[in-house]
């Protein structure tokens, strides 16, 4: 069961949460955002550059894997956290060091910022009736439920196909490849929703609704699957 857990159940997690997404929009509509994400992530990458040079002997001979997943975390949260993790073959014991470190650190620097006065500036988080009716709510089916497993699961097959018959030097790129195809089934998903699916307000529905929400459970579960094996290791 914990094999399952931790061998298929986050390249599911990261699947379903692709298949949400829609794609093809992130790079026609976001425009100076993506920009921004862009000048970010480098920075990130930067940053831990630095960082592990300055302190990263300190970390032991897995240092660097922990440092790469921290750093692939703040570029695109705890998922990336999770396959940079599988991808460089993580202990669990590693892994659950590293969400903890990460855990800490956080926790510190949100309560820095949270300290820092807004020069006598509200900001409202609170959003108007209007603008919470305008956006969809929600509304996953067993039809989309099930259409998510299915689809998670062909993405997590057709990578792993695709990965072994790459040269050897590509060993490992199963999950990269699987994201791939998510990301394709996640923008075929919503051209169709939007030609020809329902929509909700004006505005079309995934035919995947529920995948994040659904990947996240899983995700969930990876974690705590993580943390319970590296307690049973620490007993024992």
């Known amino acids: 069961m914990t094999w399952q857990v931790l061998e298929l159940g ?11 997404t829609d794609v093809a929009r992130v790079f026609t509509d976001a425009g100076a ?5 862009w000048f970010g992530a480098l920075g990130t990458v930067l940053g831990t550059l630095v960082a592990f040079k300055a302190v990263g002997s300190l970390l032991g001979p897995g240092g660097w894997k922990v440092a790469s997943s921290l750093c692939a975390t703040y570029v695109g949260g705890s998922i990336n956290y999770a396959a940079t993790a599988q991808a460089l073959g993580m202990s669990p014991s590693l892994l659950a060091a590293g969400m903890a ?7 510190v620097y949100f309560g820095v910022i949270m300290s820092i006065p807004a020069d006598g500036k509200e900001l409202s988080t609170v959003k108007s009736t209007a603008e919470v009716q305008s956006e969809p709510a929600a509304n996953p089916t067993v039809e989309s439920l099930a259409l998510t497993t299915a689809a998670a699961a062909a993405a997590c097959m057709t990578g792993n196909w695709i990965a072994s018959a790459l040269p050897p030097q590509f060993a490992g ?4 490849m699987m994201a791939v195809v998510a990301s394709i089934f996640s923008a075929l998903g919503a051209l169709v929703s939007r030609k020809w699916g329902q929509t909700t307000n004006g505005i079309s529905t995934s035919y995947f609704e529920g995948a994040q929400s659904f990947g996240g459970l899983l995700m969930l579960l990876f974690f705590s699957v993580v943390i319970l094996v590296t307690q049973h290791h620490s007993l024992l």
């Open 10 to 20: 986050m390249p599911m997690a990261v699947a379903m949460s692709l298949l949400e």
């Open 33 to 37: 955002t993506l920009k921004a994400f």
């Open 101 to 107: 470190a990460d855990n800490l650190a956080m926790a």
């Open 173 to 176: 790129s199963g999950l990269a």
